[in-house]
């Protein structure tokens, strides 16, 4: 994997867009980045478990699982690394549980971003790491407005259904 590969990679991924036209910025990131293959069927990490990493899907695929209170496993997504797909983001930014299982589609390799790393990096450097944290902060904004109209669209649908 040639260094100038992986920062192409990072300057295509949403959470970076702030820093996509700063290559110093960018490599300064590359530093604190790992690199780590998963073989196909590989569990990434399953819901429930504690996480500290953020998760870029380089090379190959992932498919996100959830459970129902019932204990049935559904599909949530698929993601592909063509898309410039990352998952694990909010564990930059709390120390809760997985919220879902992320299993290997195929052989996979993944850019890491560690929490404690970041944590480092946005002492020292918070002008890479205050862009950053900006981008999570709109993910989970986004999140919560459409759990929010979820949220409304089941009740109008209860609320119909008890009129009727």
Same mark, same amino acid.
């Not at 192409?8 to 300064?28: G, P, T």
């Not at 690199?35 to 998760?55: L, Q, T």
């Not at 993601?79 to 290997?104: M, P, Q």
């Not at 589609?105 to 929490?115: M, Q, V």
């Given at each position: 994997?040639?260094?100038? /590969?992986?920062?192409?990679?990072?300057?295509?991924?949403?959470? =970076? *867009?702030?820093?996509?036209?700063?290559? +110093? *910025?960018?490599?300064?990131?590359?530093?604190?980045?790992?690199?780590? +293959?998963?073989?196909? &069927?590989?569990? %990434? @990490?399953?819901?429930? *478990?504690? &996480?500290?990493?953020? =998760?870029?899907?380089?090379?190959?695929?992932?498919?996100?699982?959830?459970?129902?209170?019932?204990?049935?496993?559904?599909?949530?997504?698929?993601?592909? +690394?063509?898309?410039?797909? @990352? @998952?694990?983001?909010?564990?930059?930014?709390? *120390?809760?549980? $997985?919220?879902?299982?992320?299993?290997?589609?195929?052989?996979?390799? =993944? !850019?890491?971003?560690?929490?404690? /790393? =970041? !944590?480092?990096? &946005?002492?020292?450097?918070?002008?890479? +790491?205050?862009?950053?944290? $900006?981008?999570?902060?709109? %993910?989970?904004?986004? $999140?919560? $407005?459409?759990?929010?109209? /979820?949220?409304?669209?089941?009740?109008?649908? !209860?609320?119909?259904?008890?009129?009727?």
């Amino acid at each position: 994997m040639k260094q100038e /590969d992986i920062l192409q990679k990072l300057s295509r991924i949403a959470i =970076f *867009d702030e820093l996509k036209e700063r290559e +110093a *910025d960018l490599k300064r990131l590359l530093e604190i980045i790992r690199i780590k +293959a998963y073989p196909k &069927g590989a569990v %990434i @990490f399953r819901e429930g *478990d504690i &996480g500290s990493e953020m =998760f870029i899907v380089y090379k190959g695929s992932v498919e996100i699982q959830k459970q129902t209170r019932a204990g049935d496993t559904y599909t949530v997504v698929k993601l592909k +690394a063509e898309n410039n797909v @990352f @998952f694990g983001e909010i564990a930059l930014v709390d *120390d809760d549980k $997985r919220s879902a299982t992320v299993i290997a589609l195929e052989d996979s390799e =993944f !850019l890491i971003l560690n929490k404690e /790393d =970041f !944590l480092s990096l &946005g002492k020292t450097n918070p002008e890479i +790491a205050l862009p950053i944290t $900006r981008a999570i902060a709109r %993910i989970l904004a986004s $999140r919560l $407005r459409k759990t929010t109209m /979820d949220m409304l669209t089941i009740f109008d649908a !209860l609320v119909n259904e008890i009129q009727s």
